[in-house]
């Protein structure tokens, strides 16, 4: 059986991504934060449409402690691919941000899926073939004035993968970063309809992302046949800002 964990599968994206790989025959682990409801809720839904696959809600808050992080990891099923689309962000002048913010953002975005990663790599190791995929971000490669810690985050990641995965490639086991543009998620409820079509106007392709054109491309990096594909960041923004 193949079975991935999705970190922030209550997310705008990482539902996403659950329903596409869950059509893919993938089995699923669905992690949330605060919204264990939503979790359960997706696993069911996705348990009648697919019942011979498993769909099983699990949580685990990012800002824990490393011991709670060794614990849920040790609970786990051997899982071949871990998704990590769990993320925050907060959009203020750098010179307003807390550092009890600015410690969050980095330990939800790059800190703990580091240190997830370590805690996973001896089982992903066993399979044929293991796939990580990280969300990044169009910031990570442009960082974007008020959103600073958020894109030192997402920049650090997408620098994280392309080191890790050359110390993994001979095993089959890829780890790539799909780094998205804007998408219309929760992620984005701070902004108004008009700040949101004025964005629209700047990105190439006329408009934010769907959740599901994003999910593609984690899907296609699951695919046995993405084995030579790794360390790589893939830009998924409609042309813009890359
Ligand atoms: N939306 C965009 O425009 C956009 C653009 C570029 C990159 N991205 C990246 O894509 C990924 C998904 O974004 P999204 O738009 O789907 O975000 P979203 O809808 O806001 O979902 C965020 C997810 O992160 C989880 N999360 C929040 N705090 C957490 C914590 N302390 N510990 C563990 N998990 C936590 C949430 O879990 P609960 O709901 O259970 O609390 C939720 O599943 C993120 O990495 C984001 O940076 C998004």
Redesign the pocket.
């Known amino acids: 059986m193949k079975r991935a964990i999705i ?8 539902q996403a991504i659950a329903k596409r790989l869950a059509q893919s025959g993938w089995s699923l682990y669905l ?6 409801a ?2 359960a809720e997706l696993g069911e839904e996705l348990a009648s449409l697919y019942p011979d696959q498993d769909f099983m809600p699990i949580q ?4 824990a402690a490393d011991a709670d992080l060794k614990k849920f990891v040790e609970g786990l099923l051997p899982v071949n691919a871990a998704i ?6 907060n959009y203020d002048f750098l010179g307003s941000q807390s550092s009890e913010v600015i410690e ?1 953002i980095l330990k ?2 790059l800190e703990n899926p580091i240190k997830l990663t370590k805690l996973l790599e001896s089982q992903l190791l066993k399979h044929d073939h293991s796939r990580i995929v990280y ?5 990570g490669g442009q960082g974007s004035a008020m959103e600073a810690v ?1 894109s030192a985050s ?1 920049g650090g990641i997408s620098r994280f993968a392309q080191a890790y995965a050359r110390e993994v490639a001979a095993s089959h086991f890829t780890v790539n970063v799909v ?10 409820a701070m902004f108004s309809g008009e700040t949101l079509a004025d964005l629209a106007e700047e990105i190439p392709a006329g408009h ?2 769907n ?1 599901t054109e ?1 999910a593609y491309w984690v899907d296609c990096l699951l695919n046995p046949e993405s084995d030579y594909l790794t360390g790589q960041t893939i830009y998924v923004s409609g042309g813009w800002l890359e």
């Open positions: 970190f922030g599968a209550t997310g705008g994206i990482g992690h949330c934060n605060s919204h264990w939503e979790a685990q808050d990012f800002c990590f689309a769990q993320g925050i962000t969050r939800v975005n969300l990044g971000s169009v910031y958020y997402k780094a998205p543009g804007a998408v219309m998620t929760p992620m984005n934010l992302a959740p994003i």
